[in-house]
C-alpha cells in the first residue's frame, strides 16, 4: 500500500472514532456508514471531498497534536493519485505527474500549430487583414476544419472522461445499478448546482484562513456558471452556423454573444478568484504537489475566456486572424486536455456524489 | 517578588483574564462589551487554545421551545432534577439554579458571537432535545470566540502563564506571567480567574489520589496545572470539593498521556465483560445504557489493581458500539487474547465461562435500550445485554482512567466573586469556568453541562469585573 494510502487509512480511523465534522461536508456521514474502511472506499471518499477545510480547522487533531490530523491534505493528496489511476487511456495517467508544464505544453503546441497552419495557407498579408461580415473568421480557418478537427478531439475527450469515469466506478467498487438510479442524478446534480458542499452546513467553508466565507462557493459558482454559458454560447452557435446555416461571427445583441461574452466575463471572475484563493489561503491544509495541477487548470479556463472576449473586441481589426487563433488555440488545448488536467475532478465528483446520493438515502454504505 | 518582573505594556487593564477556555473568553467578550479594556492571558500556544474546551462537542442549556437544531424544550425544573440525579444530590442548589436560569436561551448569544449549531446526528440523538451541538465542535466554537473577542478589541497574549497574583487586603492589584523568556508585571482593576482544575499537574494528582494516579490519563489540555487554584488556596480562598472527584472516564489503554480527547473512548463495555488483571469482574456491565453511565467508570477502573481492567466482548458484538480509533485486540480463543493482555489465560477462561453460565437470556437481545437480559445468580450481576462469549473471533480492549477535569474548586459567591474562607468575598476576584465546576457539581456528570456552569458563570464574572473599571 502506498504512503499516501496508508495516511488516508489512518487518519480515517481517527476521524471515525472522533465524529466532530458530520456536520460539514458529505464524507464524514459517508463515513459514518461503515466502520472499516477499503483501499476503494478511501478512493471514493477523496473524490466526494471538496477541499471546503472545515474539519481541519475545527479539527482537536489537527498538527501539532501528536495525531498530525490534516484530512484535506490526505484526501488532495490520494484525490491525486485517483486521477492517474482511473485514467483512460492510460498513458493520460502519467500526465498528472507534471500536469501544469504538460498542460501548457499542449495548450501552447496547439496554438502554435493553428498559427502556423493559418498563417502558411493565407500569407502574412491575409492573415493580417480586416474581414468583416459573415464567415470572416473562415477567412484564416475554413469552415471544414474548424468543424471536424474540434468536433472530433471534443467528442474524443469525451468519450476519455466517460471511461475514466466507467474506470472509478468499477476500481472504487461502486454498484452499477446505483449509476442507473434517476433519483441519484437528480440529488447529484441539485448538490452540484447549489454546490451543497461548500456551504458547511450553511455557513461557508474555510477560505482563505479558519474563518468561514462564502469566497470560495462564490467563485465557484462564477467558474462554473460562467464556464456553463459559454458552452451554451457555443452550443448555440454550432446550430446557427452548421444547422440554420447563419455564419458567425454573429451581433453583440446575438444569443452566442450574450451567453459567451457574460459567461466569459464570469469566468474570468471565478478562475482569477480561485487563483487569488490558492494565492493567499493558508497552505497548510492542502497538498502543495496540486499548485502545477489547480494552477494550470484556472490559468486555461481563464485565458479561453480573456481570449474569447478579446477576440469579441478585436473581431473587425487585423489582429482577428492572431486572436483568433490563440483563442481557437486554448480552447483545443482545454479540449485535447480534458481527460488529464484537473478538468476531471467534475466527473469524479459528480460519480462520488451519485454514489453519496444512494448510500445517504438507503442509510447504508 | 523572587522573580524579576518588567511592567506589561500596557501596564494597567480594566479586567484581566487568566485562561482562554469557553469561560475565560465568555468573560472576556462581556466585559469588553460592557466598555472595559481586557487582556486575556492564555498559558498555552496558540495552535492549542482553548484549554478542554477545544474537545467539547455541546453545551446543555434551557429552553422554551424547539429550534432548528434542539427537538423540543427543556425546562429549568427538568434541568435541575437531571443534575440532582447525576450527582445524587451533591450540588448547591442556589449556584445550580443560577447556572440553569443563567442558561436559558444562551444559545441565542452564543451564535451572536459567531458560534455555530448543527442538529444532533447519529449516535448523539438522546442529546438531541436538552444539548445544542456546535458545527464542527469545540475548536470550531473556541475560533469563533477568539475571532469575535479580537474585533471587539480583547487583547490576546498566548504562551502567557500566569503564576502569581498580587493581593493585598482582598484587593487583587497585579498578576505575574511567563512568556518566553520574559517575566510580566500586569495591573487590572478586576481579575477573573478561568485557567480550568488541576489535573494536568500530575504531581498534584499524586497527592491527591496517591501513586495510583501515576497510570492516569489526562483526556484533555496539558496546560490546566491549576495554578491559580493554588495560588488562591494560598491567599485564603474557600474551596468546594473532594479533590478526587472530576470528570472521568474509562478509555483506551493506549490513548496519550494527554489530549487524547474523544476519539479514544470506548463504548462495548455494555456488550461484554469487564475484567482486572486479576481476571475478575468488579462492576455490573449492562446497569444502564453506555450515556448514561460512561462517566462511573473511570472511578472504577481507577480503583483496580494498576488501575487497568479488560473488556472481552465476542464477534456478535463487535459492531454495535462506535468504532475505536485503535483497532481492537483480536483472538481466536479467550486464552489468547489474555496472553496478548498479559494476564492469567487459565483465569480469564474460567470468568468468561462462569459468565457465560449464568447468563440466561429471556428476551430478543436490544443494543438500544436496557433489554432485560440478566444474569442469574452472578456477582456482580450484569444486568441488561447478558449473553454469552462464547463466538469467536474473541476482541478486547484494555481500559485505563482518563481525567477530563477535575472538581475541586474555588467557591464563589451568587455573583461569580471568589470567596474566603470566613464566606466573605474578595473584592475584585471572580472566576468561573472548571476552577469553579464544584460550586453546582459535587460528584457525578452530564453531558454538557461543563460548558454551562463555563458560559453562564463566564459571562455573570465577566459583566461583574467590568462594573469594578
Redesign the interface.
Known amino acids: 500500500m502506498s504512503e499516501i494510502m496508508n495516511e488516508a487509512h489512518r487518519v480515517t480511523?481517527?476521524c471515525?472514532?472522533?465524529?466532530?465534522?458530520?456536520?460539514?461536508c458529505a464524507v464524514f456521514?459517508a463515513m459514518?456508514l461503515r466502520?472499516?474502511f477499503t483501499d476503494e472506499e478511501l478512493k471514493y471518499f477523496s473524490n466526494l471531498c471538496h477541499n471546503c477545510r472545515?474539519?481541519y480547522?475545527?479539527?482537536?487533531?489537527?498538527?501539532?497534536?501528536?495525531f498530525q490530523l490534516n484530512y484535506p491534505k490526505a484526501m488532495a493528496e490520494l484525490r491525486k493519485e485517483t486521477y492517474s489511476e482511473f485514467a483512460w487511456p492510460g498513458f493520460m495517467g502519467k500526465i498528472f505527474k507534471n500536469n501544469g508544464m504538460a498542460v501548457f505544453g499542449i495548450t501552447l503546441a496547439a496554438i502554435i500549430v493553428l498559427l502556423a497552419a493559418a498563417i502558411g495557407a493565407n500569407g502574412v498579408q491575409a492573415f493580417f487583414t480586416a474581414y468583416t461580415g459573415p464567415e470572416s473568421f473562415y477567412n484564416i480557418i475554413p469552415y471544414s476544419v474548424m468543424l471536424v478537427v474540434f468536433t472530433l478531439i471534443f467528442l474524443f475527450s469525451l468519450f476519455c472522461l466517460g471511461k475514466g469515469m466507467a474506470a472509478m466506478w468499477k476500481i472504487t467498487g461502486s454498484k452499477p445499478e446505483v449509476f442507473f438510479s434517476l433519483k441519484n442524478h437528480i440529488q447529484a446534480v441539485k448538490d452540484v448546482l447549489v454546490l451543497r458542499y461548500l456551504d458547511?452546513?450553511?455557513?461557508g467553508c474555510n477560505y482563505p484562513d479558519?474563518?468561514?466565507s462564502f469566497i470560495r462557493r462564490k467563485f465557484h459558482h462564477a467558474t462554473f456558471y460562467g464556464f456553463a454559458g459559454c458552452f451554451v454560447a457555443t452550443l448555440i452557435a454550432f446550430f446557427y452556423d452548421h444547422v440554420m446555416g447563419w455564419p458567425a461571427p454573429y451581433d453583440f445583441a446575438s444569443l452566442p454573444v450574450f451567453f459567451g461574452t457574460v459567461g466569459g466575463i464570469a469566468l474570468c471572475i471565478g478562475t482569477g478568484g480561485l487563483a487569488y484563493l490558492k494565492f493567499v489561503m493558508d497552505p497548510e491544509p492542502y497538498d502543495a504537489s496540486t499548485t502545477s495541477m489547480d494552477n494550470a487548470f484556472t490559468s486555461l479556463l481563464f485565458l479561453v475566456s480573456l481570449s474569447g472576449l478579446l477576440l469579441l473586441f478585436m473581431r473587425s481589426t487585423s489582429l482577428m486572424g492572431l486572436m483568433l487563433c490563440i483563442h481557437l488555440g486554448l480552447v483545443l488545448g482545454l479540449f485535447l486536455t480534458m481527460p488529464c488536467s484537473k478538468f476531471v475532478h467534475m466527473v469524479y465528483r459528480y460519480a462520488a456524489l451519485v454514489r453519496n446520493a444512494q448510500e445517504q438515502r438507503d442509510g447504508k454504505a | 517578588m523572587s522573580k524579576q518582573s518588567t511592567a506589561y505594556s500596557p501596564q494597567k487593564v480594566d479586567v484581566l483574564v487568566v485562561g482562554g477556555g469557553n469561560a475565560a473568553l465568555c468573560a472576556a467578550i462581556t466585559a469588553r462589551q460592557e466598555g472595559a479594556s481586557v487582556l486575556v492571558l492564555e498559558s498555552s500556544p496558540k495552535h492549542f487554545r482553548g484549554g478542554n474546551s477545544r474537545h467539547t462537542r455541546n453545551i446543555r442549556y434551557i429552553h422554551p421551545a424547539a429550534n432548528s437544531f434542539l427537538t423540543g424544550p427543556y425546562t429549568e425544573e427538568e434541568c435541575y432534577q437531571d443534575l440532582l440525579g447525576v450527582t445524587k444530590g451533591n450540588t448547591v442548589e442556589s449556584m445550580a439554579r443560577i447556572v440553569i436560569r443563567g442558561s436559558n436561551n444562551v444559545g441565542d448569544w452564543m451564535m451572536e458571537q459567531g458560534v455555530h449549531f448543527q442538529p444532533a446526528m447519529r449516535g448523539t440523538l438522546h442529546l438531541s432535545r436538552t444539548n445544542g451541538f456546535f458545527l464542527g465542535g469545540g475548536k470550531a466554537l473556541i475560533n469563533a470566540y477568539y475571532a469575535r473577542a479580537e474585533k471587539l478589541g480583547v487583547k490576546i497574549e498566548y504562551d502567557a502563564t500566569v503564576d502569581d497574583l498580587e493581593i493585598e487586603n482582598d484587593e487583587f492589584r497585579a498578576a505575574y506571567f511567563q512568556q518566553g523568556d520574559k517575566y510580566y508585571r500586569v495591573e487590572a482593576k478586576a481579575v477573573v480567574l478561568a485557567s480550568g482544575g488541576y489535573q494536568a499537574n500530575l504531581e498534584w494528582l499524586k497527592r491527591s489520589w496517591g501513586p495510583t494516579a501515576a497510570n492516569f490519563l489526562i483526556r484533555g489540555t496539558p496546560y490546566d496545572k491549576g495554578l491559580m487554584l493554588k495560588v488562591m488556596m494560598d491567599h485564603g480562598a474557600k474551596t468546594l470539593g473532594d479533590p478526587t472527584q472530576g470528570h472521568c472516564v474509562a478509555i483506551d489503554g493506549r490513548a496519550p498521556k494527554f489530549d487524547g480527547g474523544i476519539c479514544t473512548r470506548l463504548d462495548c463495555v455494555p456488550f461484554g465483560i469487564a475484567v482486572n488483571k486479576e481476571c475478575k469482574r468488579f462492576y455490573n456491565e449492562g446497569e444502564e445504557i453506555w450515556p448514561k453511565r460512561y462517566a462511573i467508570w473511570g472511578r472504577l477502573v481507577a480503583g483496580q489493581p494498576d488501575q487497568i481492567a479488560y473488556i472481552i466482548i465476542d464477534s456478535k458484538s463487535i459492531d454495535l458500539f462506535m468504532p475505536s480509533v485503535f483497532p481492537p485486540f483480536v483472538s481466536d480463543t479467550i486464552e489468547g487474547l489474555a496472553s496478548q493482555f498479559d494476564i492469567d489465560p487459565d483465569a480469564l477462561k474460567a470468568t468468561v465461562e462462569e459468565f457465560n453460565a449464568h447468563c440466561k437470556p429471556t428476551k430478543d437481545f436490544d443494543s438500544g435500550k436496557p433489554d432485560g437480559n440478566a444474569t442469574e445468580g452472578l456477582e456482580p450481576p450484569k444486568t441488561n445485554w447478558a449473553r454469552p462469549i462464547n463466538q469467536p473471533p474473541y476482541y478486547g480492549y484494555m481500559l485505563r482512567p482518563g481525567i477530563t477535569f477535575s472538581y475541586l474548586s474555588l467557591a464563589l459567591t451568587e455573583r461569580c466573586f471568589v470567596k474566603k474562607q470566613d464566606d466573605t468575598p474578595f473584592k475584585n476576584i471572580l472566576a468561573a469556568g472548571e476552577l469553579t465546576s464544584g460550586n453546582v457539581l459535587g460528584q457525578g456528570y452530564m453531558a454538557g453541562f461543563g460548558m454551562t456552569i463555563g458560559t453562564v458563570f463566564g459571562r455573570i464574572a465577566g459583566k461583574e469585573a467590568a462594573c469594578l473599571k
Open positions: 480511523t481517527i471515525n472514532a472522533c465524529r466532530y465534522c458530520e456536520g460539514f456521514p459514518e466502520r472499516t472545515g474539519c480547522y475545527c479539527c482537536q487533531y489537527a498538527p501539532p497534536h501528536e458547511g452546513n450553511g455557513e479558519d474563518r468561514f
